[in-house]
Every structure is written in C-alpha cells, then in structure tokens.
C-alpha cells in the first residue's frame, strides 16, 4: 500500500472507527483483501471509476466491524438497503483521465460520509456548498450566460424537490440517492 491507499484507510478508520486506533491490523486487513485492493487501485488508476462508496449498516451496538465493511462504485447497486440504516463513507473523483498523483492525493479526491438522512444531506450540501461555489465561479469556460443561469436554475430546482421528497416515502428517497451519485 502506498501513501494515497493509507489516506484512504485513514479515511475508514476516521468514519467507521474500524478496529479502533489501538488495533489497526484489521483495517489493514480489510484494505489488504484482493477485492478490495482491486477496486481501490481501479479507482486510484486512470480511466477508472470517478467514485467509490464505502458502507455498513448502523450497529445496533455503536461497533462497527471490518467484516460488516463493503464497497461498491455505484450507489444503483444498493437498491434493496435501507439508506436510512447505512453510514456511507464517498470518495469522489472529478479527472478520472490520469492516475491520483502519489504526493498530493488530497487534492484529486473529495471524501464526505453520509451518516444521518442521505436527502437531507444531499439537500444540504448543494444548497450551502455547490449552489453558492457555482454562483461565486468566474470562470465559465466555453459556456455562454444561458448556460451558466440554465444550470443554476436546475441545481435549484433539484434542492427544492429534494427538500420536498424529504418527507416521501423511503423507496423515493433512495431513488434520489442513487440518481444524484450515479
């Protein structure tokens, strides 16, 4: 494992509390495993997936386990989880076309965990984080006003009906969780 895949486990370790600090062994473990050592460097390679999720059921008992650990690169794939009952740890890639560069990781991947209402997270976080990021950017590139104010406009129109699904019933809810990450 290099330093990008201990950032990674540090991740883990910080939202799951796997093995605690004093026994990381068992993260170790988990993240040494073929599978998920396969996913992870697929996600870390170029041309590679531009997420990966990280997931477990809330314990009844507040100990989560290595062995109740799972990973997927499509929320789609989690149709039949309650997401309600799920802590989910994201990491998020936007330049999939190289590889994460080895020395400033940090700066290639978004990471976020998902550990109360998953709607209201979401509705959360584009309302005060990528909402206002959008409206504060300068740089548009080739778009022209229209597209800028178009694009605006639905990211708005996505927050409200997320604020208003949050009381719907759980099926619609997890539709809007896998429809916002895949």
């Given at each position: 494992m290099d330093e990008r895949h201990w950032w990674l486990a540090g991740k883990?370790?910080?939202s799951f509390g796997i093995g605690g600090y004093?026994?990381?062994t068992l993260l170790e473990d988990f993240m040494c495993q073929e599978d998920t050592m396969r996913a992870?460097?697929?996600f870390l390679g170029s041309h590679g997936p531009c997420r990966i999720f990280f997931?477990?059921?809330k314990p009844e008992n507040n100990e989560l386990s290595a062995r109740s650990l799972q990973f997927t690169d499509s929320l789609s794939k989690l149709r039949d989880i309650n997401l309600d009952k799920v802590y989910i740890l994201y990491f998020l890639r936007r330049d999939t076309t190289k590889e994460v560069d080895h020395t400033h990781f940090e700066r290639d991947i978004v990471a976020g965990e998902i550990k109360k209402n998953a709607i209201e997270h979401i509705t959360?976080?584009?309302g005060d984080i990528?909402?206002?990021a959008l409206k504060n950017q300068r740089d548009w590139g080739q778009c022209t006003d229209e597209n800028?104010?178009?694009c605006i406009h639905t990211l708005e129109r996505l927050a409200a009906s997320l604020a208003e699904s949050a009381s719907n019933v759980q099926a619609a809810k997890q539709q809007v969780i896998i429809l916002l990450f895949d």
């Open positions: 883990i370790q910080e004093d026994n990381p992870v460097n697929n997931y477990c059921e959360t976080l584009l990528y909402l206002p800028k104010q178009t």
